[in-house]
């Protein structure tokens, strides 16, 4: 035995986990290079993708985060990640373990301190190219990951690719703003292993997070082609015949058996075009013929369309995640004999997911043993109500946000009150980067910015960069807080190389440029992670973000002050400021006692007027708002025991979103 420097003891070796080697499949595809426009030097590099373990309750490992990534993995028969379960205490049941892991995926034990550094600074899941720099974390990004690398490495499986929904964008969008997203990816799994584990007193009731799924599920479903598939339906009900509908039987055209049909009494076109989808059909030319006085109908006289599965009428990413949620859910409400009359909608949503080619089938290799449930009769509405996606103090709140007036009786508000915009000085005005001596590499001109945009970035660079130096010692940890393509961060990496830099994103796309941008400077001091900003619990000395949208300047000041790490933010977008279920507006007490929530949105909306086309005296006014709605953000910074300055950055041209906080830990 000997302690490695993270103070772990381990066996001596070169890499020896405990192994549980399986037969690789003869249909396992070899990685090549990434297409869709991704452009990755180390794409064919063996990627290693990390889950934690808790423990295993019936047919699920726990937490369920890693469930669900196993499930899809099966589904999508992708062998192309290497997998460590990360397990969460000291003593692990290896042969417990193996007996109960999938069969066909091999799979590694790995402890806490062996993970590469940039995974410890993640929430699992996780999965992080070999040469440890590019990590991407949380359930969304990894499996949104899986669903992409399946499809490069064989592009026959379209119907993975489809899992993605339309646009590619589902569950795209961050749970810290994204209410469906956060139901998926964090309020059901959460809800359903409180439930699991709650005393038999404390599990009467179903969870609010899976009453909010079932009235999720009776709501009229939004989609592209809205208007044509009503029209459509409305053709169907006013024919008031019966149309036959693709329903698979219990092995489906999984072994390449026939699919059978069954009538169903109309309205079904949602399932017929949903099926139709998963079956690569066409729905009947019956159908799709429109009749004249179809035509006609006004598009508020159409009828509204019925949930087929989570997101609408196709299969998505969306179900594979609420799947083995909602499967353990009925199961241990099985087992204490509750009715769920209440949840005819997932009752349904169930069975019907069930019928989905594929899904049996990983199920079986997950060891789920899926239920068939009865037909269940609709809950009387007002069982239901009460169960919103929204909490009702922020729907009311965000209701009221849609207003129609000017800043000045809030600003006269304030100014009354003794609260007037203030800026601090700048602490080094004509302070700037010598851009010619750096490599083009450094230079935000490299993309494919006109050269008067890639000045007005070079000189808001010029700013932030300033105030992060006189903050930063050697050895500090600097995080570049939703950094694009890297602008921040890769000036910083490279000018300061005793200091270790992360970039922090959630679009792919930027963060791959930023990285091929960096393996050319040749930078051994920089990290990636494609992460929602939540999923980043790493500890760290300076925080920084350039023109952070909205409420992610909130966010970025809020893991500041938890790490108690100083701060250089310039924000950007107020008008998308909003009440969130983790913020709250005003921000600081002072604020609250003298503005509500819709005058401070007054502010918010001005603020966003400073574009240059405005009229100077418009423009004077939205700088004035943006000092306001900053001002509020210094002071609640400081009831944290921060010290903060709202400085302009110079020039003010270099971009209409000019304030800049400097907030250090007192």
Known sequence: ???????????????????????????????????????????????????????????????????????????????????????????????????????????????????????????????????????????????????????????????????????????????????????????????????????????????PDILQLEKKLGEPVRVHNDDKIRRQKLQQQKAGAKTAVPVLGKEGTEEGKPVEMHQHSLPSLELSIAFSKLLVQEVSDAVNREAPHIRRTKTSDLPLLDHVFAEGLYFTLADIVLLPCIHQFLVSSKKQGKNLVNLPLIASWYRRVQEVPGVKKAAGKCKMELLQLPELMSAPQEQLQGFSSVPDELEEENEDSNFIGGPRPTMTKLMVNGIE????????????????????????????????????????????????????????VIVDFCSGGGHVGIVLAHMMPSCQVVLIENKELSLIRAKDRSDELGLNNIWFIQANLDYFNGTFNIGVALHACGVATDMVIDHCIKARAAFVISPCCYGFIQNTVKFKYPRSHQFKEVLSYKEHMILCRFADQTAVQLPPDRRLIGKQCMGLVDLDRAWAAEEHNYSVQVISMEPESCSPKNNMFVGIPT
């Open 421 to 476: 915009a203030k800026f601090s000085p700048h602490p080094c005005p004509s302070w700037t980067i010598d851009w010619t001596n750096l490599p083009s590499a450094v230079s935000p001109g490299e993309g494919k910015m006109s050269r008067d945009r890639a000045l007005r970035k070079q000189q808001q660079l010029n700013n932030l960069v300033a105030a992060v130096t006189k903050l930063a010692k050697p050895g500090d």
């Open 1 to 207: 035995m000997r302690e490695t420097a993270g103070g772990c003891k381990q066996e001596l070796q070169v890499q020896y986990f405990f192994c549980f080697p399986a037969e690789r499949s003869s249909s396992f595809h070899p990685l090549k290079e990434l297409q869709l426009g991704r452009k990755m030097k180390d794409s064919v590099a063996e990627e290693h993708l990390y889950l934690g373990f808790s423990h295993q309750y019936r047919d699920s490992i726990f937490p369920l985060h890693t469930s669900i990534s196993l499930f899809l993995l099966s589904y999508c028969d992708c062998k192309l990640f290497k997998i460590f379960l990360v397990p969460t205490g000291e003593d692990v049941d290896d042969q417990f373990v193996t007996k109960n892991l999938l069969g066909d995926i091999e799979v590694h034990l790995i402890s806490r301190c062996q993970l590469p550094a940039v995974v410890q600074s993640c929430c699992l899941p996780a999965v992080v190219v070999k040469d440890g720099k590019f990590c991407r974390a949380g359930l969304s990004v990894v499996l949104r990951h899986i669903i992409q690398k399946t499809y490069e490495a064989d592009p026959s499986k379209k119907d993975v690719l489809e899992l993605l929904g339309f646009k590619k964008t589902c569950l795209k969008a961050c749970a810290e703003v994204s209410q469906w997203t956060r139901l998926c990816e964090i309020s059901i799994p959460l809800a359903v292993e409180g439930f699991l584990t709650a005393s038999p007193e404390h599990c009467q009731t179903i969870p």
